[in-house]
């Protein structure tokens, strides 16, 4: 194979930057005292609650609804995805502002009083400013004697700023650090030992990691973008979209919070770029560049292909040398969405389950498998996710990961290589994993992954890797290569 960087012919001119007026159609009527964007935020914190709505894809239909653009949307995003991001550490606070059980307050009102508390102990809108938009909004949604409680409740949180309501209120430190840490950066505890757990060493004491990883985890991320190998180069993606190279990914693009409607790019919406955070293309680009013992053949196979991302990078790179990529993906409508974005490359989507796929086995060069977790190392980018997911959804994940990388196993070819990825760095989802599995086939050699990452800092002692969020800038994507003996 060719060296991934190499690149084809494009299918058109590097389009410019879109301008213009805003689309769309006029947002939902509003008395004129009541602020659009704190409209919007709480319009999402009620999809959220109440259709169990991911905020990512309720966010954008909103934002046109209400013809947000520019600031307004970027105070919306922010105020919507922060409240819900900070939501643990918002009830505590809240509830030492309240006489009765905050349990028992209405859960409309709640989510108002939520984005009041954020954008008091977080953000710089003056104090009057943030208690007036949610009292005024409420008065609207809930009536004058709903809107007096939470001027009450937001004049009492504004005494305190953020720093002052964590001494008071979280675990003691020196007693119980892990526990402190989640308080302070608004994680469940259970999730910060996790966390804790994968640092090792370098978690806690002086100087210690897990404070940087949880609060890198709790700031709004930057965008990534992938560059399509042999349609765009990442300089001229830059140029287009006004973002900077990534600084390990040749294909890497990134774009700073309050850049605009992301689906409005020109180069995204002319299927010349894709949303992607960094690290995704890290673990991709080292499962292409792993040493195989033999010839490559160019049969490469994405076992866990929804929603495409991984599946476009692969399909892109794998196409510049004629080979193609089987992509498995159980799910029809998330197998339709591989199909859409991968339908130029030479691309094979099969709606079937990866543990029995019925594809031929021994005969993939190179086989990925982007396993189902719990999605720890993305709780960035998903703000509400922290506070659904629950301990016990780790061990309900183990066995199905660990039969798809047994079945990987099945499909690579002697001398091939398995890349095994997961968006999490709990030890039972990555480490755990392979070492069971490596337990079970004996003959499988594990490859020093750091190898493939060529010019990523501090990537530990491997033969694995974990990328973090506060050490790299990516997801928290964990790495192990696995090859079959030839």
């Known amino acids: 194979m060719s060296s991934p960087g190499r690149r084809s012919r494009r299918r058109g001119p590097v389009p410019e930057r879109r301008s213009g007026p805003p689309r769309g159609r006029s947002g939902p009527p509003r008395p004129p005292d009541v602020d659009p964007a704190r409209q919007a935020a709480l319009e999402l914190?009620?999809?959220?609650?109440?259709?169990?709505?991911?905020?990512?894809?309720?966010?954008?239909?909103?934002?046109?609804?209400?013809?947000?653009?520019?600031?307004?949307?970027?105070?919306?995003?922010?105020?919507?995805?922060?409240?819900?991001?900070?939501?643990?550490?918002?009830?505590?606070?809240?509830?030492?502002?309240?006489?009765r059980d905050y349990d028992r307050v209405e859960p409309a009102v709640k989510d108002a009083l939520r984005i009041g508390a954020y954008q008091l102990l977080r953000t710089r809108v003056p104090p009057h400013a943030a208690v007036h938009g949610v009292v005024e909004l409420v008065r609207v949604q809930a009536g004058s004697r709903a809107a007096g409680f939470v001027n009450a409740v937001l004049r009492k949180v504004?005494?305190?700023?953020?720093?002052?309501?964590?001494?008071q209120l979280a675990p003691p430190e020196n007693d119980d650090p892990i526990g402190h840490a989640a308080f302070a950066h608004a994680h469940p505890r259970w999730i910060a030992q996790a966390f804790a757990d994968?640092?090792?060493?370098?978690?806690?004491?002086?100087?210690?990691?897990?404070?940087?990883?949880?609060?890198?985890?709790?700031?709004?991320?930057?965008?990534?973008?992938?560059?399509?190998?042999?349609?765009?180069?990442?300089?001229?993606?830059?140029?287009?979209?006004?973002?900077?190279?990534?600084?390990?990914?040749?294909?890497?693009?990134h774009l700073e919070p309050g850049s605009g409607e992301i689906g409005e790019l020109d180069a995204i919406t002319e299927g010349l770029a894709i949303v992607q955070d960094e690290g995704s293309q890290l673990v991709a680009l080292a499962l292409a560049?792993?040493?195989?013992?033999?010839?490559?053949?160019?049969?490469?196979?994405?076992?866990?292909?929804?929603?495409?991302?991984?599946?476009?990078?692969?399909?892109?790179?794998?196409?510049?040398d004629g080979g193609t990529l089987d992509a498995v993906e159980p799910g029809e409508r998330r197998a339709d969405l591989v199909r859409d974005?991968?339908?130029?490359?030479?691309?094979?989507?099969?709606?079937?389950?990866?543990r029995a796929s019925g594809l031929p086995?021994?005969?993939?060069?190179?086989?990925?498998?982007?396993?189902?977790?719990?999605?720890?190392?993305?709780?960035?980018?998903?703000?509400?996710?922290?506070?659904?997911?629950?301990?016990?959804?780790?061990?309900?994940?183990?066995?199905?990961?660990?039969?798809?990388?047994?079945?990987?196993?099945?499909?690579?070819?002697?001398?091939?290589?398995?890349?095994?990825?997961?968006?999490?760095?709990?030890?039972?989802e990555t480490v755990g994993i392979v070492s069971a599995v490596l337990r079970r086939e004996r003959d499988v050699e594990q490859l020093d992954a750091?190898?493939?990452?060529?010019?990523?800092?501090?990537?530990?002692?491997?033969?694995?890797?974990?990328?973090?969020?506060?050490?790299?800038?990516?997801?928290?994507?964990?790495?192990a290569l696995l090859r079959r003996p030839a």
């Open 198 to 253: 994968a640092l090792g060493a370098d978690a806690l004491g002086p100087g210690g990691e897990l404070d940087s990883a949880l609060a890198a985890d709790d700031a709004r991320p930057v965008v990534h973008l992938l560059a399509r190998p042999g349609e765009i180069t990442a300089d001229e993606l830059a140029l287009v979209t006004g973002g900077t190279p990534a600084p390990y990914s040749p294909y890497g693009v």
């Open 158 to 167: 504004s005494e305190h700023d953020e720093k002052a309501w964590v001494a």
């Open 361 to 428: 086995e021994g005969v993939y060069d190179r086989v990925l498998v982007d396993a189902p977790c719990t999605g720890l190392g993305a709780l960035r980018r998903r703000p509400e996710a922290r506070w659904r997911r629950r301990p016990e959804d780790v061990a309900g994940l183990g066995k199905l990961q660990r039969e798809l990388l047994q079945a990987a196993l099945r499909h690579v070819r002697p001398g091939g290589v398995v890349a095994y990825v997961t968006c999490s760095p709990h030890l039972s």
């Open 450 to 479: 750091r190898t493939y990452l060529p010019g990523v800092p501090r990537l530990g002692d491997g033969p694995s890797v974990q990328l973090w969020p506060h050490r790299h800038g990516t997801d928290a994507m964990f790495l």
């Open 341 to 354: 974005t991968t339908k130029d490359l030479p691309v094979t989507v099969h709606t079937v389950d990866g």
């Open 289 to 320: 560049r792993a040493e195989l013992i033999g010839q490559d053949t160019g049969r490469w196979l994405d076992l866990c292909a929804g929603p495409g991302g991984k599946a476009a990078l692969l399909g892109g790179l794998v196409a510049l």
């Open 45 to 99: 914190l009620t999809a959220v609650r109440v259709r169990d709505a991911y905020a990512n894809l309720a966010l954008p239909a909103i934002l046109r609804r209400y013809r947000l653009k520019g600031r307004d949307a970027a105070l919306a995003t922010e105020l919507g995805y922060g409240a819900l991001r900070a939501q643990g550490l918002l009830d505590a606070v809240l509830a030492a502002c309240i006489d």
